[in-house]
């Protein structure tokens, strides 16, 4: 018949707390300190306000078995996934595994442009995916490209104007980019192949050494 969490305030190492099937109604300021918690039980009581109870629980990141079954909050159409999204550190809700879909569907119901973002983009590369494609759907038909330059005007290889519109094509900005970079020259030679003092002296001409250059951007 515990109504009020009040003899809680100063146990601040408790790593478990059974209070279900008892009459509290508000959790609120109440449970917010018990950062080492691990297990919570709070089935079969009265709470109703599920933004504020999980609101409470938010900073227990070593969370991983909670209970909140048999109590009006849960009723809520999306209650299993709100709790999901809020506190990720959950793996054991309401005596059921908390699995991967659950978390993206989470993710995606709560966190639609984030979660629309992460969809369009893969390894740094952008694909051409519909913004409504469902999560984890992997169908992605994607059209030819066309390397487009901006207009403009080039001497040696070389764009001299600047341009205002931004690229479409990540491809096409690379590509400007490395026309606009400075030539680097970088020469070897082998000396395996290169006369010494003496053989000079001996053969009384002197050879040209064999240097291999290559220009690159």
């Known amino acids: 018949q515990i109504q009020d969490l009040t003899f809680l305030i100063k146990n601040y190492c408790l790593t478990e707390l059974y209070l279900n099937n008892n009459e509290l109604t508000d959790v609120s300021g109440a449970l917010k300190h018990l950062c080492s918690l691990q297990i919570l039980f709070l089935h079969n009581n009265e709470l109703k306000k599920l933004g504020e109870t999980v609101k409470e629980l938010k900073g227990m990141i070593s969370l991983h078995t909670l209970n909140l079954f048999q109590n009006p909050l849960a009723y809520d159409p999306d209650y299993r996934l709100y709790v999901i999204y809020i506190l990720p550190s959950v793996q054991l809700l309401d005596r059921k595994l908390v699995t991967q879909r659950e978390r993206e569907s989470a993710f995606h119901l709560y966190n ?46 070389r764009k001299s104007i600047h341009f205002g519109v ?49 220009q690159f951007r």
Do not use: H
Not at 181 to 210: G, H, I, M, Y
């Open 166 to 214: 931004p690229f479409e094509n990540p491809e096409d900005a690379v590509l400007v980019r490395a026309m606009t970079r400075s030539l680097t020259e970088f020469s070897c030679v082998d000396w395996n192949k290169v006369a010494t003092c003496q053989e000079r002296r001996l053969q009384n001409k002197a050879e040209p050494l064999e240097k291999l250059t290559v």
């Open 112 to 157: 639609p442009e984030r979660s629309l973002l992460v969809q369009s983009i893969a390894f740094g590369k952008r694909v051409n995916t519909p913004l409504g494609t469902p999560v984890g759907s992997r169908r992605c038909i994607q059209p030819a490209r066309r390397r487009i330059m901006p207009p403009g005007i080039y001497n040696n290889g």
